[in-house]
């Protein structure tokens, strides 16, 4: 068995070989009571991930969660019952925050494209931090808390040239619309200085995700701290809080290496241990890393042919729910995490095909993989799902009706998200 592949069994608690079993139900129970195509995310993994990664980075660093991973509103309540704060991108992600219970306060707003009707609202609901990622967003920022009789918390997103080594998306390098340029920071540290609306809360740094080399992750987060302690000995101004970034990898497809997490939080502790102060925060960010390996995507098979003398397999989900596994964003395309749900561990039979139901090539969760024998009714299941699934999916393709989500607790499998229906597609249309 794939490495990656035994990796994501054993990160759901599940068994290396026979019946794929969450929990104490198998993927046959869960399919039976709540249908396919179905999202499937484990409490139990998500706490265990979570703890994880507190214990290493010790109490001084807060770990907070990138909503846009899974917005599922109890996903991020787990999170946060775990002890995550919670970092967000959007009006939505903002809705999704309060209800799982989070105090806008303690909420850090991301993205380089917010609006001033967004920065209205963020300044109105009491978000505690705005991390600017351009020159202009001072002023308008400023406005929108003057109209709201507040001072707003904010800090600075930097963009280091060159960094990022090692991710896979990259969200730096020579020029960026993610963060401020490094050599234009100054100015606009002391612009924020000057603005009486506005209160300083420090830096950000995020060059990239799926990245899988913790040493670079550790270099760039002491990039930021050299240029914190440099802005502050230069203007005179505390920068106490420090957002290391995160992005940390996630073995999503065969072949797939793992992120040394031991290495990222040594590096992060001598940081701290270093440069330490009692008006001092830390933090990193992780979103993916926290959610993929807690999740999955369950699907059917409808039918089955040979072509050309390589079997077919057309299942009943796809591109258009699980983006991710059929290689969207990916420049090239690999094999997914995907095992029988009748025995993980079933020998390969012959190379195989795996589709869904959408009027495209794009729609291939791989070919060839070497499965055993399948026939209609037979269950497949997508591992590391649990990050970037439905909500980074074209849903709206085909008109299919949306998957269900659930989450399976020590209690018992609950309801996350209704399946949809297929009148749905004419919601909001008007004729």
Not at 103 to 108: G, I, S, V
Not at 183 to 197: G, M, S, W, Y
Not at 231 to 243: T, V
Not at 314 to 338: E, F, I, M, N, T
Request: glycine share 12%; hydrophobic share 50%; proline share 6%.
């Amino acid at each position: 068995m794939d490495p990656a592949l035994a990796q994501a069994l054993a990160n759901l608690g599940a068994p290396a070989s026979g019946p794929l079993r969450l929990g104490g139900w198998t993927a046959d129970q869960l399919a039976a009571e709540f249908g396919t195509p179905l999202y499937v995310y484990v409490a139990a993994a998500l706490d265990a991930r979570l703890a994880a990664v507190r214990q290493r980075f010790g109490a001084a660093v807060g770990v907070l969660y990138s909503v846009k991973a899974n917005p599922a509103v109890a996903v991020v309540e787990r999170l946060r019952r775990g002890g995550a704060g919670a970092e967000i991108a959007s009006l939505g992600e903002l809705h999704v925050a309060r209800a799982a219970g989070h105090d806008p306060a303690d909420l850090r707003w991301a993205g380089p494209a917010k609006s001033e009707a967004e920065l209205a609202a963020a300044v109105a609901a009491g978000v505690g931090c705005l991390h600017l990622e351009a020159p202009q967003e001072v002023g308008a920022v400023a406005q929108a808390a003057r109209a709201h009789g507040r001072r707003q918390g904010v800090a600075v997103r930097v963009h280091f040239p060159g960094a990022a080594q090692g991710a896979r998306l990259r969200m730096a390098g020579t020029q960026s619309r993610f963060g401020i340029d490094a050599d234009q920071v100054a100015a606009v540290l002391r612009q924020i200085a000057a603005t009486p609306e506005l209160h300083l809360r420090g830096l950000h740094t995020y060059a990239g995700t799926q990245q899988f080399d913790a040493h670079s992750f550790v270099r760039g987060a002491g990039q930021l701290v050299a240029a914190a302690t440099a802005f502050e000995r230069e203007l005179g101004l505390s920068l106490p809080e420090l957002h290391l970034g995160g992005g940390f990898g996630v073995p999503v497809f065969q072949g797939d290496p793992s992120f040394d997490l031991d290495a990222a939080a040594a590096g992060v502790r001598e940081l701290v241990a270093a440069n330490d102060r009692a008006d001092r925060r830390w933090f990193v960010e992780l979103g993916r890393y926290l959610t993929a390996h807690a999740g999955l995507y369950l699907v059917r098979v409808v039918r089955t042919k040979v072509s050309g003398g390589v079997r077919q397999v057309a299942v009943d989900g796809g591109l258009h729910h699980c983006a991710a596994a059929c290689g969207s964003g990916s420049v090239v395309k690999r094999a997914p995490l995907l095992v029988t749900a009748a025995d993980v561990a079933a020998p390969a039979h012959e190379p195989a095909a795996v589709g869904g139901p959408l009027c495209t090539p794009a729609d291939q969760l791989g070919a060839p993989l070497d499965l055993p024998v399948l026939q209609p009714g037979d269950l497949l299941a997508v591992l590391a799902a649990g990050a970037y699934g439905l909500s980074f999916s074209p849903f709206g393709f085909l008109s299919h009706a949306t998957p269900a989500e659930i989450l399976v607790e020590a209690q018992g499998p609950r309801l996350l998200r209704r399946r949809g229906r297929p009148e749905d597609v004419l919601r909001d249309q008007l004729w």
